[in-house]
């Protein structure tokens, strides 16, 4: 398996705070039991080849929430799930009101009641948690559950998958990459109980949450050594000059520091072309390259969709 990760490195924080009640199970339905995908619609293979599980923001997203446990080791209590539910639901509201304001009315997030669940991983998380037999672990987990019954349920071909660790750490996310084809389709983002770069007990906050859950939709990291190969030093510093609240720059307040009742933060046209909520940005002539992609794809050089069905995507 390699790499898919378009990750939050050190400059992203936090922000937020309100309350949907969510319903936690005690695990997850067997491999065995699960009901099993039907055999996808053509649209629904589209869209798995070239965004994955996640598709744009235009219509209904299921978030399915999975809260991992270390076998005799750290372990979610009520207060910490509660933190991430009130950081869950301002970083929806977020969302939603973003992608309204550019025009994508129909975009909703669903989770909530019976689409959690707390599992037992055979893992010790250590803030860096890449390794192939973890991502094998939770790409199985994703598998479980990513079917027609969901689908049809909810009325939202997207769903993506959030994946709680009680630990400290960098959260990251794991998207879907055009040459992947078929394989590795589930996309999640791993959110950890605490933010890596703070004070020891420093909660992971609700604008770290709608970074990641960004990058499900295709967003890139629009700061320095962001892995999006188009992404350079002097694109990063545009960004910073012309968008200086952009949450895919940072997710720091204003003043620097961290928020949990709000986001003060927006979806810049950049990122809002990368995810095809508009038709350009301003700089667009400046830097090509941000359009050499499919709107909501991720790829590791342009060239890596040559033979694809480019128009198929758009």
Known sequence: MRPRCAAALAALLLTGCAARTVVYQNELPDAATAPRSAPAA???????????????MDGPTLLYCVYLNEPGGNFWDDAAV?????????????????AADWGAEDFSLIYGEELSATVT?????????????????????C??????????????????????????????TYPHYAEDGMWYTNEYSLL?????????GTPESPAVYAHEILHLFGAPDLYEGSADYFVTNELADYVSTQWPDAIMADTYN??????????????????AFRLGLCDSFEGLARFPAAAQLPAGVFADSADAIVGLPVTEAV
Do not use: M
């Not at 053509?42 to 744009?56: D, K, R, T």
């Not at 991983?121 to 987990?141: A, I, K, S, Y």
């Not at 559950?145 to 909810?154: M, P």
């Not at 204003?254 to 990122?271: F, H, Q």
């Open 42 to 56: 053509p649209f629904y293979e589209e869209q798995l080849a070239w965004y994955g599980s996640v598709g744009l």
């Open 82 to 98: 509660a933190q991430t539910r009130q950081s869950l639901t301002v970083a929806a509201g977020w969302l939603e009101a973003q």
């Open 121 to 141: 991983v055979n893992h010790r998380f250590n803030g860096e948690d890449g390794d192939e037999d973890f991502l094998t672990q939770l790409d199985t987990l």
């Open 254 to 271: 204003e003043a620097g520091g961290i928020d949990y009742d709000r986001i003060d933060k927006s979806i810049c046209p950049l990122t």
């Open 143 to 172: 598998a479980r559950l990513n079917t027609e019954t969901l689908r049809n349920t909810y009325g939202a071909d997207s769903i993506g998958f959030l994946f709680f660790l009680p630990a400290a750490g960098a959260s990251c």
């Open 192 to 200: 950890y109980a605490e933010d890596l770069y703070s004070d020891p």
